[in-house]
């Protein structure tokens, strides 16, 4: 699986940011994909992702209602649109794709690209 993690950036409390995920090596139709995110001293949380399973989308509480999620199944790109962004939603974001289990897609299935960083300050 290679994961190619694009769109971070700066951006100021209540801004918003669209972060992209180019995915080759797996297909959507039985790979569920999502998005995690890493702080530094703060441990790996996911905050959404697409159901291969069911096609839904799950989210985290702290990314429900800020944040949507979405694939490009031609061009195999997942997409994760951010809004009212806050100081806490500072971190390197990843991508991860695998083969759904248990009841959410909402895991971190050991693969990641590079990361893009995301920084939310005054």
């Known amino acids: 699986v290679q994961l190619v993690e694009s769109g971070g950036g700066s951006v100021q409390p209540g801004g918003s940011l669209e972060l992209s995920c180019v995915v080759s090596?797996?297909?959507?139709?039985?790979?569920?994909i999502g998005w995690f995110r890493q702080a530094p001293g703060k441990e790996r949380e996911a905050v959404g992702c697409?159901?291969?399973?069911?096609?839904?989308?799950y989210f985290s509480d702290s990314a429900k209602g800020r944040f949507s999620i979405f694939s490009d199944n031609t061009n195999k790109t997942l997409f994760l649109r951010m809004r009212n962004l806050k100081p806490e939603d500072t971190a390197t974001y990843y991508c991860?794709?695998?083969?759904?289990?248990?009841?959410?897609?909402?895991?971190?299935?050991?693969?990641r690209g590079q990361g893009t960083q995301v920084t939310v300050s005054s």
């Open positions: 697409i159901s291969s399973t069911d096609g839904g989308t």
């Open positions: 090596g797996v297909t959507f139709d039985d790979h569920s």
């Open positions: 991860t794709a695998g083969v759904p289990y248990g009841s959410s897609c909402l895991h971190y299935y050991n693969n």
